[in-house]
């Protein structure tokens, strides 16, 4: 547990120009890249093995791990492919992070291939965020004018460049194999798994796709050593991570802080609660993950505590809700996003989701029936592990936990509408 900040990939953030690769490099970029052309990839491979970092994306997945289990060189393309379509709600690191340090990603971008042998990387970026794509086509023209791309990055005979993709702003492209087929110009929807994009990923090669706060961890990690990035967080949870404060703090932001920072901090860090208000929950990772309440503020926010509390450390987009708000509208508005973003591919999350809309659309309008709360907690129970994909078990989340800690406000939604229980010029948000 700590109480203090560690900036490092939000260190210059404020700098003017901070994205540009003159600022980049005087806060010492590209250092590691002409350390990482030095070693052999395979130590690349095992530094950032030996550092435990986890996948920043929101499953944690070891992302060392996930670089070795690519299957081995054959002679033919291998491929990095970056997940920046950053769209769980709340979440909000990576737009950030690519406007204000794209360099951070594109040095980690051109390690990785090397380390994996990729000649040509891909970032796969929300199509919304137009600002961002202009951003990063800037950089990459920098960073290529300066020769850390293409034929001979660095002057060492390697061959490494980028192609920026914007996609068309669908949730699920943010799954990684709807992505690949996305980025393969098909409509996005998730593909069985195995085989995984280790092993037939974009155009069934050998892919690795890692969320953009993970290759940006790399230059680090690989210029300072594993035991420095292991010297932050916790045994299990090593390292930093932006956490994003959102909703009734005082200060809302990112805050780059070691994993295994509890809640209480944060919220002392964002200068409190907004107007001295009592929290009511929060989300520790995004809507797709279990809320949590006052009770739970000094959980560690690590992958295994925030695990073994009930819910998921997920993106760490900490949604913060005083009071005010109603629970059963807050849900009913996540539930209304996963229905609308649900990619219909399989029966589970295409019908349920629809059904849990209707229901809690209901509840919020005052008009629940007796057994509502019952054929909601059904619905999750028949949707949950039966999805193609995570997204079907992630519209459960918020509906059960919210069940769970304010079953009363699901009650009072048969007879009285939310706006009246909490009337929405009393809130900020809703
Ligand atoms: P997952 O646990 O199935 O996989 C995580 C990663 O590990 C994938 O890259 C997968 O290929 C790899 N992997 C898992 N098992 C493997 C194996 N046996 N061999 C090789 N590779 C393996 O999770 P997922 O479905 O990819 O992602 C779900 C997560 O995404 C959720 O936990 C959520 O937090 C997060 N999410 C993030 C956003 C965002 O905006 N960043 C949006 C929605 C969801
Ligand atoms: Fe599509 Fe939902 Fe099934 Fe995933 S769970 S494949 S989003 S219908």
């Known amino acids: 547990m700590t109480d203090t900040l560690t900036p490092i ?13 003159a600022t980049y490099e005087r806060h010492d970029g590209y250092k590691a890249l002409t350390k990482a052309l030095e070693m052999e990839p395979q130590a690349i491979i095992d530094a950032v093995k030996d550092s435990s970092i986890r996948g920043r994306g929101g499953a944690g997945f070891p992302t060392g791990m996930k670089w070795s289990f690519m299957s081995p ?54 199509g919304e965020v137009v600002h961002v ?26 061959t490494v460049d980028i192609t920026v993709h914007a996609g068309a702003g669908a949730y699920i492209c943010g799954e990684e194999t709807a992505l690949l087929d996305s980025l393969e110009g098909r409509r996005g929807q998730p593909r069985l798994k195995p085989p995984f994009p280790g092993a037939a990923g974009l155009y069934a090669r050998p892919t690795s796709v890692n969320n953009v706060e993970s290759i940006a961890s ?24 932006i956490f994003s404060l959102s909703g009734h703090v005082t200060n809302p932001g990112q805050f780059e802080a070691p994993l295994g920072i509890t809640m209480r901090e944060l919220i002392e860090l964002a200068g409190g609660m907004r107007g001295g208000r009592k929290l009511k929950f929060w989300t520790p990772g995004g809507s797709s993950t279990p809320i949590f309440t006052e009770e739970h503020l000094d959980v560690p926010l690590d992958f295994d505590s925030v695990a073994a509390a009930g819910s998921m450390l997920g993106t760490r987009a900490l949604q913060v809700f005083d009071e005010t708000v109603s ?77 769970q800690y304010f079953r009363e406000e699901f009650e009072a939604g048969m007879h009285t509408p939310a706006h009246e229980l909490f009337p929405p010029e009393k809130s900020v948000l809703f």
């Not at 990939?9 to 690769?21: A, G």
């Not at 509208?329 to 996003?337: E, H, L, P, S």
């Not at 995570?390 to 918020?398: I, K, N």
Request: charged residues 20%.
């Open 9 to 21: 990939l939000t260190k210059f953030w404020d700098d003017p120009q901070s994205w540009t690769l």
């Open 73 to 126: 060189p054959d002679g033919g393309p291998r491929y990095l492919v970056v997940n920046a379509d950053e769209s769980e709600p709340g979440t909000c690191k990576d737009v950030p992070l690519m406007m204000a340090n794209p360099h951070a990603l594109i040095e980690g971008v051109i390690i990785a291939s090397y380390a994996i042998g990729c000649e040509h990387a891909f970032i796969y970026l929300r």
């Open 133 to 158: 794509y202009r951003r990063l086509l800037r950089a990459v023209e920098e960073a290529r004018a300066a020769g850390h791309l293409g034929t001979n990055v660095g002057g060492k005979g390697v």
């Open 218 to 241: 790399v230059p680090g990690i690989i210029l300072e050593g594993s035991d420095w990035f292991k010297g932050m967080g916790t045994e299990k949870s090593t390292g930093f991570g």
């Open 327 to 403: 629970v059963v509208r807050a849900v009913a508005r996540w539930t209304d996003f996963y229905a609308h973003e649900s990619c219909g591919k399989c029966t589970p999350c295409r019908e349920g989701t629809w059904w849990l809309r209707q229901i809690m659309n209901r509840i919020e309008a005052g008009q629940g029936t007796q057994d509502d709360i019952d054929k909601l907690v059904d619905i999750c129970d028949n949707i949950l592990g039966r999805s193609f994909c995570a997204l079907g078990d992630a519209a459960t989340s918020p509906i059960t936990s919210a069940v």
